[in-house]
């Protein structure tokens, strides 16, 4: 018998059952060796000699192993400050995402407007002549608006005035010139500087004159608006007021609070001088008047048009 043959047998004679169920351990005395194999439930009730031997590899193809000593490091653990760390925080889903609102702009409050209404025009007898539209267009503002009807008073110097503050509308005082119209100049100023005597022009408040007269190039009852020193079209009426408040220093600083409403009145065929001077002073008939009467809406929309456009100056 070899050696081999030997050792084999000597391992089968040392195999131990390690589990009732389906291991046997086998020992090798010269290496000092253990190791196990599947066995079934049969072999297991059989004697062992009549174990089918089972070859075994040899000697220079087993693997001698060696028990492995754990390395140990001498070097103490790195410091650590857990105390400087910050605490872990557990993890919390983002937040919802909110707009900022956006920062609203400050809105300045309006300013109170006080309008100087004036009309020009002649007095009697030739008070309801083409040429005075604007003292029939003053009468009728002053009844759609219900204000007081015009007096006469020296509130604002001559002439006739309707204050609308006691009804409602401080906003609003009329007043009627009592001066031909070709020298109207000196009694509309003076009416002026009384007026933004009563009203102060301030952070407040800001005044404004309008002045109502009659215009020879438009169609009668049609309304035309100008603003500041612009060009009088050969009305001598706007050429003497533009005149005073110019000569008082007044109209530069004016600028766009000196307010010129025309209502046309049509014009004559012929261009002639003397056609046109009969034309101006001539009556007024009922239809030019009704169509007059007509436009007050009209001019009344346009002052408060001016109004909102000075509040916000």
């Not at 290496?31 to 031997?53: I, N």
């Not at 909110?98 to 025009?121: F, N, Q, Y």
């Not at 003292?135 to 204000?147: G, P, R, V, Y």
């Not at 933004?196 to 438009?218: M, Q, W």
Request: no cysteine.
């Amino acid at each position: 018998m070899t050696n081999s043959a030997r050792r084999g047998q000597n391992r089968r004679g040392h195999a131990r059952q390690h589990s009732q169920h389906n291991f046997a351990e086998y020992h090798d005395d010269e290496q000092d060796f253990h190791w196990s194999e599947p066995v079934d439930e049969y072999s297991l009730t059989t004697s062992a000699s009549h174990l089918d031997p089972i070859p075994q590899p040899s000697r220079k193809n087993v693997i001698s192993r060696r028990p492995v000593n754990p390395v140990i490091s001498t070097e103490p653990p790195p410091f650590t400050n857990h105390d400087s760390e910050p605490p872990t925080s557990p993890i919390i889903p983002s937040p919802l995402r909110i707009r900022k609102p956006k920062t609203v702009t400050p809105v300045m409050a309006a300013r109170s407007v006080r309008l100087l209404v004036a009309s020009i025009g002649n007095p009697p007898p030739y008070h309801t002549t083409r040429h005075s539209a604007g003292h029939l267009l003053l009468k009728t503002i002053a009844a759609n608006l219900s204000l007081p009807p015009l007096s006469k008073g020296k509130a604002l110097g001559s002439g006739s005035v309707s204050v609308g503050f006691d009804r409602g509308s401080p906003e609003y005082t009329l007043w009627q010139s009592a001066a031909v119209m070709n020298v109207s100049g000196a009694p509309t100023l003076k009416a002026w500087k009384q007026f933004t005597n009563i009203h102060p022009a301030s952070a407040d408040v800001v005044t404004a004159l309008v002045v109502l007269h009659d215009e020879l190039e438009s169609p009668i009852g049609t309304i035309k608006l100008r603003r500041g020193e612009t060009s009088a079209k050969g009305h001598n009426g706007i050429k003497s007021i533009q005149s005073s408040l110019k000569s008082a220093g007044l109209l530069p600083a004016m600028g766009e609070r000196f307010i010129k409403i025309g209502i046309g009145i049509g014009r004559p065929q012929s261009r002639e001088t003397n056609d046109v001077s009969a034309w101006v002073l001539g009556q007024l008939t009922q239809m030019e008047k009704g169509k007059m009467e007509a436009a007050t809406d009209s001019v009344i929309a346009v002052l408060r048009s001016e109004i909102s456009r000075l509040e916000n100056a």
